[in-house]
Every structure is written in C-alpha cells, then in structure tokens.
C-alpha cells in the first residue's frame, strides 16, 4: 500500500507563472489536507477536502490559490502568478476518516522555489 | 486559538541516553495529538496517535504521554542512537475554523552524538 505520493519534489518558478502540485492519498483515504511550511516555521493548515468538496479553506490566501479534489485523479493545490514569497514546501496529508478519530499521513512534499 | 509549543527547540545529547521532548497546548479541547518525525528535506512521519481519552502510547523506544487537562504532552526517547537525529514535531486536533484539523508546533531538533 503506497503511502502519499506527492509530485513533483521540487519546483523552480519564474515570478508570475504558475504552480501546480499534485497530491495521490492513501489507497482508500478520502480525506486531503494541505499544509505549508515557510523556512524556520512550523506547519501551517491551508486547506481540508473530501472528493469533490472543499470542506474548510480557511487557511488559503484569498487570492492566487485554490484546491480540487476532483471524483477521479489526485487533488491539486494550484498557485496563480507566484511571487517569490510563495516559496516553501507544501505537504498534503491524508487520513482514512478525517482526523478526530483516525491518522495522519503526509507525503514527502514538493518543495517550492519562485526565482 | 490553538497554540502549540515545543520546547527546546534544539537538543544535542549523547548516543545512549534516554531522552524527553516537551509539547505543551493552550486549549485543552482536543481531539488527539499526534507525534511526527521529520527528517531534513523530507515529509512527516507518524509515530504516534494519543486519542483524547488516553494517557499514553509505546511503540519500540518511544513512549508519548498526554495530560489533556494541563496541555501537555511528552515524547519519551529510549536509549538514543545517531538514526533518531531528525526534527520532532507535536501536532494536535482540534475544532478551528469550521473543521478538524491539525495544529502543530514549530518542533524540537534532536541531534544524537555518536
């Protein structure tokens, strides 16, 4: 059973173009979180789906970003018009039932430089 | 708002030594706390998951303690070895925001010495 796989592990952006990181859960896992985390800061929450539903986005900038989590396929956080602040890491996290009662799994991340 | 700390934010010890990491919580209205490992450039590794109702969870070496009431939580490292030098982070669940979700420390590095 293959963990979270995340893709790519590393992005180099130019400023202004885009940003698309992929996220497959855990076989069976329906509920993706994202986090990011900035140099020297903790993990910090973005965004909770389920298959095809934004659950709570109250951590993504209202502009810029946005998330799906389509029926087929893996989720995708997607960064419009980087800047170079946009640079950090960004994990996704699965769990089998969402986290009050069950684990969660991060993938190893991609990694994020705006040049 | 949920506020997790980590202290110390850096450990050096000798290989051998038993050793304990300290994660404290400001709201105690939690669902579970969970335990990660992360090592330099990589992602997070679950160690272990203390629901609510519990005090303790062992797995090998480590040992985590939960008091719910106090917000505190400990992670117990026996007999280090040079393979457990990674970042430890203390991440707990919690009601923010209109949904569950995690809220985590900045971590505590630990460096063993061989």
């Known amino acids: 059973n293959a963990g979270v796989m995340q893709n790519p592990r590393h992005l180099v952006r130019r400023r202004g173009q885009e940003a698309r990181l992929r996220c497959s859960p855990m076989?069976?896992?329906?509920?993706v979180y994202w986090y990011r985390q900035l140099p020297e800061e903790g993990l910090k929450f973005m965004v909770y789906?389920?298959?095809?539903?934004?659950?709570?986005e109250s951590g993504m900038p209202k502009e810029r970003f946005s998330a799906e989590f389509p029926k087929e396929g893996p989720s995708i956080l997607r960064i419009q018009q980087v800047v170079r602040g946009d640079s950090a890491a960004y994990f996704c996290?699965?769990?089998?039932?969402?986290?009050?009662?069950?684990?969660?799994?991060f993938g190893q991340g991609t990694r994020l430089t705006v040049v | 708002k949920q506020e997790v700390t980590q202290i110390p934010a850096a450990l050096s010890v000798p290989e051998g030594e038993n050793l304990v990491l300290n994660c404290s919580f400001t709201?105690?209205?939690?669902?579970?706390l969970q335990w990660f490992r992360q090592d330099p450039g990589k992602g997070l590794t679950s160690l272990l998951l203390?629901?609510?109702?519990?005090r303790e969870q062992t797995s090998g070496r480590l040992n985590a303690s939960l008091d719910k009431s106090s917000g505190r939580s400990t992670l117990y490292i026996a007999a280090s070895q040079p393979g457990d030098s990674a970042t430890y982070l203390c991440?707990?669940?919690?009601?923010?925001?209109?949904?569950?979700?995690?809220?985590f420390g900045k971590g505590t590095k630990l460096t063993v010495n061989p």
């Open positions: 996290a699965s769990s089998l039932m969402g986290t009050v009662n069950t684990e969660a799994f």
């Open positions: 076989k069976g896992h329906s509920h």
């Open positions: 789906l389920q298959k095809e539903n934004i659950i709570d």
């Open positions: 709201d105690s209205a939690i669902y579970n």
């Open positions: 203390i629901q609510s109702s519990q």
């Open positions: 991440a707990v669940v919690v009601s923010q925001g209109g949904s569950e979700k995690l809220v």
